[in-house]
């Protein structure tokens, strides 16, 4: 199973796209996107230099067309990824590309809705003197109960020993001065303390802008980092990305989806590398390629042609798929082929290990087909039933 990733913020490096403007329609793309944005990402990308680019307004909509023009040099027709994409997950504002990659919103809806984020996020980073320092090592729970101490947050937790505590500056002042044991510190080169409640003025702005977005359901499994899970509507996808600007990034339950759903390789799109190193130590034995520059390209469709199979979520758009959410056992309800389901209808409870979750058919429809039994254990993104979007099914 082929798995894309898209970075976030902080991946950036000064003139990390400059290679990539020798391709034929690249800079044409790119260029097109900046248009979108009111940015010139070739300049930003090729020229600017760290600091200029550490800004998050600018960072932000970078990351994300840098991401979207990329891929398109290993699926130059987008329709081509989904015979060969299982799943797709992004890193905290990865997370808008990975949406516009599986369909969910446009390349340019992306483009507004990440230039709009990363103005808002910056807004409120004013407001008062935050930051963000990796916590590197150490006794994970200990870990956590530092920051706990400190009111810090653990604003990401990205598995392998790596999480990434945020908060006011006295507080981060507080954790230097009484550290984990065996930990090391490192702080950030970033403007505030992202994906914390010191958001919430951000998360209100991108909200209004939100409400005007037209979405469609995700055409592969898109594993949400609030949670892990994997997403199915396209209205779900919208809201995550606005209220993921002020809660953690769950990068740790991502890698375990991924385990779970069967991965075995994994693209990282520009600018690559931390989420590919990150993977690597976490599911060892997944083939992985940090798509850095062009010359990456060759081994980027080597392994999509290895390891790609069509996603159960792009099937003939005359009958919709209800998948797992994430890995448990699973309790159908009393319907049985041939039922009419009204939009939004329980087909099932998902039992995991924390807790439960009610699975619905979002638009309803007529069953089809059952496609696990009751008490199955299932995968995330395990189709459960089939439905025909008509009133009638014969």
């Known amino acids: 199973m082929l798995v894309i990733v898209a970075p976030g913020q902080g991946a950036q490096a000064p003139g990390f796209l400059t290679p990539w403007l020798e391709l034929p329609n690249f800079e044409d793309r790119l260029r097109w996107l900046s248009a979108c944005a009111g940015l010139d990402l070739v300049r930003y990308g090729t020229e600017a230099d760290a600091e200029t680019i550490r800004d998050t307004a600018v960072a932000q909509p970078l990351l994300v067309a840098a ?3 990329s891929a398109l040099e290993i699926f130059p027709h987008p329709s081509d990824a989904f015979h060969v994409l299982g799943a797709a997950a992004g890193h905290s504002v990865g997370e808008i590309t990975a949406a516009a990659g599986t369909g969910v919103i446009s390349a340019e809806q992306a483009m507004v809705l990440v230039r709009e984020r990363g103005r808002a996020m910056a807004d409120a980073a004013a407001l008062k003197p935050t930051g963000m320092t990796a916590v590197l090592g150490g006794d994970a729970e200990e870990v956590l109960a530092s920051l706990e101490r400190q009111g810090l947050t653990a604003a990401n937790n990205n ?8 908060g006011t500056l006295e507080q981060l002042e507080a954790l230097k001065a ?8 490192i702080p950030l080169s970033v403007a505030g303390a ?12 991108l909200g209004r802008y939100a409400r005007a977005v037209s979405v469609h359901d995700p055409r592969a499994p898109l594993i949400s980092n609030r949670d892990g899970e994997v997403v ?19 990068w740790d339950l991502c890698m375990q989806a991924m385990g779970d759903l069967g991965v075995t390789g994994v693209i990282e799109v520009p600018p690559a590398g ?5 993977i690597k130590r976490a599911l060892p034995g997944v083939e992985t390629v940090a798509l850095k520059t062009p ?6 469709r080597d392994l999509a042609a290895r390891h790609g199979s069509a996603s159960p979520m792009d099937g003939s758009p005359t009958w919709r798929m209800i998948v797992a959410k994430t890995k448990g056992t699973i309790h159908l309800v009393d319907a049985a082929v041939g039922t009419r389901l009204a939009p939004g209808a329980e087909v099932a409870t998902l039992v995991t290990s924390r807790d439960s979750h009610s699975v619905v058919a979002p638009h309803g429809g ?9 008490g199955d254990p299932v995968a995330p993104g395990q189709p459960i039933i089939r439905l025909h979007p008509e009133a009638v099914h014969s």
């Open 159 to 166: 598995g392998a020993g790596q999480v990434v505590a945020a």
């Open 67 to 69: 991401g979207l023009v």
């Open 295 to 300: 010359d990456d390209l060759e081994a980027a």
């Open 366 to 374: 007529t069953i089809v087909e059952w496609l696990v039994e009751d």
């Open 178 to 185: 009484d550290p984990p044991d065996k930990a090391r510190l």
């Open 194 to 205: 992202f994906h914390t409640e010191h958001m919430s003025p951000a998360v209100e702005t």
């Open 274 to 278: 931390t989420l590919t190193g990150l």
């Open 232 to 250: 199915q509507t396209g209205h779900d996808v919208l809201a995550r990305i606005v209220s993921q600007v002020s809660n953690p990034v769950r």
